[in-house]
């Protein structure tokens, strides 16, 4: 196998281990020259073989980024057919919901199974994040904690599906902070299930670690179901057209490197 040939390999397992997620940019050549032991030129064929793959995308004047893996897993798209059922269904926020419920369950599974100390590490640095900003306005945080777990499974499968939908899947946490966290009883119970959910994860327990959460997010979409019945509106942060970024929330849903 020619040198660039291994490199380039090397480097789509960085990618689909997570360590290049969708979106990021690639670290300078100097840089990743130095760290895989190769000269530059090296380094910059097996780009090209990347780049002639559709693996990385070089953009003028910006870089060279991890390109998406899954569709529409790009810069936030407020004219993707998935935002338009967001905004025009209420029902999708419920979808979404049973998507994480499911796949974050199966990750926190595999994470308590396979972290590794820097894994546990990087979750502990989340949840601590988390714990330390005012719950009622820490959507980023709170998906952070979960997206951690997510890269501590190891499923290169899971980690590019969850990172490619990883705009809408934040929406459904504002929408839990939104509507839930001023509560103080339910908020009470997602701190509890937070840091049982952590404890599960960096204490290697993962029968636990899926239980708690999928029922984390099962609590999550009854809850709001149970608002909606009893007929209080639901806040479900709608997007603004000039910014692709929810109304009134502040926070920013494009696309950032980990």
């Known amino acids: 196998m020619a040198i660039s040939r291994e490199i380039s390999y090397r480097l789509e397992r960085l990618i689909l281990d997570g360590g290049l997620a969708p979106g990021q940019k690639i670290p300078s050549e100097r840089q990743l020259a130095s760290r895989l032991g190769v000269s530059r030129a090296i380094l910059r064929e097996a780009l090209h073989e990347l780049q002639g793959r559709g693996v990385i995308e070089t953009r003028h004047g910006k870089g060279s980024f991890v390109t998406s893996l899954v569709p529409g897993s790009g810069e936030f798209d407020v004219q993707s057919p998935l935002v338009q059922l967001y905004e025009g269904h209420p029902r999708t926020l419920y979808d979404l919901?049973?998507?994480?419920?499911?796949?974050?369950?199966?990750?926190?599974?595999?994470?308590?199974?396979?972290?590794?100390?820097?894994?546990?590490?990087?979750?502990?640095?989340a949840y601590r994040a988390l714990e330390g900003t005012d719950p009622l306005s820490n959507a980023t945080p709170d998906h952070g904690f979960h997206q951690t777990i997510v890269e501590a499974s190891h499923n290169p499968v899971l980690v590019h599906v969850l990172s490619g939908l990883k705009n809408m899947m934040l929406l459904t946490v504002q929408a839990a902070v939104s509507n839930l966290n001023p509560r103080t009883e339910m908020r009470k119970t997602i701190e509890r299930q937070h840091r049982q959910l952590f404890h599960a994860v960096v204490s290697s327990k993962p029968a636990a670690a899926r239980r708690i959460a999928t029922s984390h997010v099962r609590f999550?979409?009854?809850?709001?179901?149970?608002?909606?019945?009893?007929?209080?509106?639901?806040i479900r942060a709608p997007v603004t057209p000039a910014t692709g970024t929810p109304e009134h929330t502040g926070i920013d849903f494009r696309r950032h490197s980990p």
């Open 97 to 125: 919901l049973e998507v994480r419920e499911q796949l974050e369950g199966q990750a926190a599974f595999l994470a308590a199974q396979r972290a590794t100390p820097l894994d546990r590490h990087l979750i502990t640095k």
């Open 220 to 234: 999550v979409s009854q809850a709001l179901k149970e608002m909606e019945q009893q007929g209080d509106p639901v």
